[in-house]
Nanobody
């Protein structure tokens, strides 16, 4: 069973930054469109951003200009750089290889004073 592993979450104040990482040991992430989702408390999981093997990117409007997705194929890792965080960004962040059915366990991000 392929497992994606997210890390980098934590507690941050509004306006702060965090960088999340997603990696896997069983597959080469460079072969997949990779995406980040989040699930806020009491809400459905929502798509945030994706990156293709050719490094084309796609963002939801509400994270454009604040979040950046990238990939380091040598490290088999996909990143989500999050800047200017807001309280509404609080939630559990998940990475997935699009259309694979593979998801990580998530990493929790809390934006609070």
């Amino acid at each position: 069973q392929v497992q994606l592993v997210e890390s980098g979450g934590g507690l941050v104040q509004p306006g702060g930054s965090l960088t999340l990482s997603c990696t896997a040991s069983e597959i080469r992430l460079r072969s997949y469109v990779m995406a980040w989702y989040r699930q806020a408390p009491g809400k459905e999981r929502e798509f945030l951003t994706s990156i293709t093997p050719g490094t084309g990117t796609n963002y939801r409007d509400f994270v454009k200009g604040r979040f950046t997705i990238s990939r380091d194929d040598a490290k088999n890792t996909v990143f989500l750089q999050m800047n200017n965080l807001e309280s509404d960004d609080t939630g559990v962040y998940f990475c997935t290889a699009v259309r694979s059915g593979w998801w990580g366990q998530g990493t929790r991000v809390t934006v609070s004073r």
